[in-house]
């Protein structure tokens, strides 16, 4: 890897490391924030603005809106918004954690979050995180916990019983995919398997345990690859890596005429429509508030909301050197060529020609290569934040990401060039002068 892409790539490979859930990422981008000079706000606290000052405020503990005041008008500079996504597909335990089958296997009980390439989960050693709800004091409490060790696997059928199952694409999701835990013990009930586990590991006593939201994660780390290590290979690349470049640049960029905002939206795998995803009246409340708190009129805040961009960045699809004919023949963005501006005429993808205009201008400024996309017409491809953003607040929006292969696989890949690229055109887009 050259040196000049090796700070920011390191610092990325530890987010996505230490970020094995939507709610350690937002935790730990609040850290973030918070060495940089952000101060926390509370939602249901008192504002009190100031210009030129740095703020964040965290939506249910997996989503996190930071911004900077600027020093001019915001009716008329308006915000430069980058919006991400805080959430990966994954296995979640259920409600009913352990079954123990009649051959004495104690099995987890999961249910698939989002679109994982499940068959990537095989094999592998999986740890748990997430967050426990538990009574502390008569009160509900939320625990943010993390057994960052080998506890589970999924093993695979031998090849000698699967040499008749033609498409190991078609997983039963119910039966095949359930993790193995330990063998069963005498005394204890299927029931007993996960609090005994949560006792034992992060001290949580089974007569305080009220509810859960617990993920598996890919025990092994992320790490660099390739002949010069100039390739990424981690968990949660969508979308911790365009997090973490939004991060970086708000953090770094010198105060605007306007206000600086960057969003990490939870729930995106799922479709975005909770409280804490792209889908609701997040964006709007915070921009709302932003703008009464400073003192102005609803005249100015419309004027704000209308002289505003956004962009929503999610990683796009790279060419795969094993399937290129995945792509259309005429848009073909690679490894290493820069961010990617997504194009779909059915909105899928929220760019319009002016918003992918003036991207495109922002990586020229920022001297950074910029590549395009648009789905073959048999291929019906995703979406992400970029619709519900733009369509809830109005606000053009170009949809982007660096690219990659390996998209919502337990290991996804990626180039650092990419990596650093993207961080750099945000922070042009944030310091930039309007188009
Ligand atoms: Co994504």
Known sequence: MSEKYQNFAEGLLQFLNDSPTAFHAVKNAAALLRENGFEELKETENWSLKNEGRYFVVKSGSAVIAFTVGKGDLAKEGFRIIGAHT??????????????????????????????????????PLALAGRLVVKENGTLQEKLIQIDKPVFI???????????MKEKGSLNKQTEILPLLSMKEEGMEKDDYLPALLQDEVGIKKADLVDYELFLYEYQKGIFTGKKQEFISASRIDDLSMVYAGLDALTKAETGEGCQVFAAFDNEEVGSTTAQGANSGLMLHILNRICKNLGMTDEGYFQAVAGST???????????????????????????????????????????AMSAAYFAQVCERAGVPCQKFVNRNDIAGGSTIGPALSGLTTIPTVDMGAPILAMHSIREFGAVADMEYTRQVFLAYYEGGRC
Do not use: M
């Open 87 to 124: 959430d990966s597909p994954a296995l979640k335990i259920k409600p009913g954690a352990c079954s123990v089958t009649p051959d004495g296997y104690v099995k987890l009980n999961v249910e698939v979050y989002g679109g994982a390439i499940l068959q990537t989960w095989f094999d592998r």
């Open 154 to 164: 999924i093993p695979n059928l031998c090849i000698h019983f699967s040499r008749d």
């Open 310 to 352: 956004s962009i929503s960045a999610d990683l796009a699809h790279a060419v795969h050197p094993n399937y290129s004919d995945k792509h259309d023949a005429e848009s073909r963005p690679v490894l290493g060529g820069g961010p990617v501006i997504k194009y779909s005429a059915s909105q899928r993808y929220a760019t319009t």
